[in-house]
């Protein structure tokens, strides 16, 4: 098996979407900036989103039974930051760093977002040290923008094709 370091070494070039998965409901509103999100299928409409398993967000979700996830624009880098932990002033309220709004399952979606999925927890499977969930779409959003994309411990964007 591949040692840990070498595997990291080598995720860290790969680039990937910025989003920032969110939840609200009994047990509490929490967010965590994450970059493992992708769809399932249209028939459901799905998405899956991995978090880390010891967090409050995977225990949120599961308690809440719904989450958001917000796809971010090329000039939100500060919004992956602050739900990633690194802006110390708004660790114990994240969401002061932008406007939300809710949907249909009563998480936060961020509302100029380049895309928003409104989610019931499906399903989750627990793999190694993170939680992989799934989640039915309720409801979306979407705007046109270049994408934050991260790679190699940086930001940058994904600037869309002209339409044709």
Same mark, same amino acid.
């Given at each position: 098996?591949?040692? @840990?370091?070498?595997?990291?070494?080598?995720?860290?070039?790969?680039?990937?979407?910025?989003? +920032?998965?969110?939840? $609200?409901?009994?047990?509490? @509103?929490?967010?965590?900036? +994450?970059?493992?999100?992708?769809?399932?299928?249209?028939?459901?409409?799905? =998405?899956?989103?991995?978090?880390?398993?010891?967090?409050?967000?995977?225990?949120?979700?599961?308690? #809440?039974?719904?989450?958001?996830? #917000?796809?971010?624009?090329?000039?939100?880098?500060?919004?992956? $930051?602050?739900?990633?932990?690194?802006?110390? @002033?708004?660790?114990? $309220?994240?969401?002061?760093? /932008?406007?939300?709004?809710?949907? +249909?399952?009563?998480?936060?979606?961020?509302?100029?977002?380049?895309?928003?999925?409104?989610?019931?927890?499906? #399903?989750? =499977?627990?793999?190694?040290?993170?939680?992989?969930?799934?989640?039915? =779409?309720? /409801?979306?959003?979407? @705007?046109?923008?270049?994408?934050?994309?991260?790679? #190699?411990?940086?930001?940058?964007? +994904?600037?869309?094709?002209?339409?044709?």
């Amino acid at each position: 098996m591949v040692e @840990r370091e070498q595997f990291v070494a080598a995720m860290r070039r790969a680039a990937t979407g910025v989003t +920032v998965v969110t939840t $609200d409901g009994s047990a509490g @509103r929490f967010g965590v900036t +994450v970059s493992a999100m992708c769809s399932v299928s249209v028939e459901p409409p799905s =998405v899956l989103a991995c978090v880390h398993g010891a967090s409050r967000v995977a225990e949120a979700v599961r308690r #809440n039974g719904c989450f958001c996830v #917000n796809i971010l624009l090329a000039p939100q880098a500060f919004i992956a $930051d602050c739900f990633a932990g690194r802006i110390e @002033r708004l660790r114990d $309220d994240r969401f002061a760093c /932008a406007e939300w709004t809710r949907l +249909v399952t009563g998480a936060p979606a961020l509302v100029d977002a380049l895309a928003s999925f409104d989610c019931w927890l499906t #399903n989750e =499977v627990a793999f190694g040290s993170h939680r992989i969930l799934l989640g039915t =779409v309720e /409801a979306c959003t979407g @705007r046109d923008g270049p994408a934050l994309v991260y790679s #190699n411990q940086g930001y940058g964007a +994904v600037i869309p094709a002209p339409s044709a």
